[in-house]
């Protein structure tokens, strides 16, 4: 009796230590802002993966946005990120933020356009670009690729963020607050549509914001920098009270790994995030955009050879 008792619990121990190494696969996907849909759309993604995939444990963490997001992923303090396709590209090239340490970035999926806003509110005086001089205006947050990518915008139409500006380093959320307590006069931010905290700005009583048109800034940037940059527009009436549409400046967002995952996670990952697609639907519109014809000509950086093999069998068609 004594030795099946001692079988038994053998085996309830077994058991015991099997169920945490099932657990044991961790990853950390790293996001931006809480005011920004980088945020929410990773928390709809660490649950879906969670759920769907055995044996993995997702979470989402809050970050400066894309630089700080390729940083992790080279230090090995995350697995996968959220990034902007110019800051990936960045980050591969070893240019500008990266200087001292090319990231092996690889895409996991191409997913929505990033949108550049240039926020203000009547009554501050600014009505185009130019304006913006002398003024208190937030480029976006350290670490964020809106700073990038505004600084880039600012120098296309021959303005000096530190010399023209009453430079301020704020994320979305804290960027929307700041105008609300008339601590800045308008905010760049590049995400997408609608921005959460742009909105609530919007809905603030006594409140009419404006979009600052910006789309010509494109030429320039691409000039300088590759053709990384659209030319698009923010629709009237995305934002309570703007009733007019606004040019402006359009970069594709992406889901990138290292070239340290395993093909087999990069695999499963893409699988259950295009499969679960209604799921982050629901979580936030923007994931609408993820789509199979995106994937071949929406990143500037390679994609993961596991992810690369799922959109293949999906039929897509890669130039190289």
């Known amino acids: 009796m004594l030795s ?3 079988a038994v619990a053998a085996g309830l121990c077994a058991v015991a230590l099997a169920v945490p190494a099932a657990a044991q696969n961790r990853i950390s996907i790293t996001t931006g802002g809480t005011g920004g849909v980088y945020y929410p759309l990773g928390g709809g993604m660490a649950n879906i993966l969670s759920k769907n995939v055995p044996g993995l444990s997702a979470t989402a963490e809050v970050t400066g946005g894309s630089i700080d997001n390729l940083k992790l992923l080279n230090a ?3 697995e996968v990120g959220f990034s902007m396709a110019d800051s990936a590209y960045d980050a591969l090239q070893g240019n500008d933020k990266f200087k001292d340490g090319k990231v092996a970035a690889r895409t996991l999926m191409v997913l929505y356009p990033n949108k550049m806003h240039v926020v203000t509110v009547e009554g501050t005086g600014i009505n185009r670009l130019a304006d913006l001089k002398g003024k208190r205006v937030s480029t976006g947050s350290p670490g964020s690729g809106t700073e990038i990518m505004a600084l880039r915008v600012l120098e296309a139409l021959g303005i000096d963020a530190k010399k023209d500006l009453r430079q301020e380093r704020l994320g979305a959320a804290e960027s929307a ?7 800045i006069d308008a905010f760049f931010w590049v995400g997408g549509l609608p921005t959460a905290a742009v909105t609530d700005l919007a809905a603030t009583p006594g409140t009419k914001i404006k979009l600052l048109d910006h789309g010509e800034a494109v030429e320039a940037m691409n000039k300088k920098y590759g053709p990384l940059y659209v030319a698009d527009t923010i629709p009237a009436n995305t934002y309570p009270g703007q009733d007019k549409a606004s040019t402006n400046v359009d970069v594709w967002n992406i889901l990138v790994a290292t070239d340290k995952m395993s093909n087999e996670m990069a695999y499963q990952i893409v699988k259950t995030l295009y499969e679960k697609k209604p799921d982050l639907v629901a979580v936030h519109k923007e994931a609408q955009n993820i789509e199979l014809k995106h994937q071949a000509r929406g990143s500037p950086i390679p994609f993961h050879p596991g992810a690369r093999k799922y959109f293949e069998e999906q039929g ?3 130039a190289n």
């Open 4 to 6: 099946i008792l001692r």
């Open 76 to 78: 090995g303090k995350s």
């Open 177 to 183: 607050n700041a105008m609300k307590d008339k601590k």
């Open 316 to 318: 897509v068609k890669f």
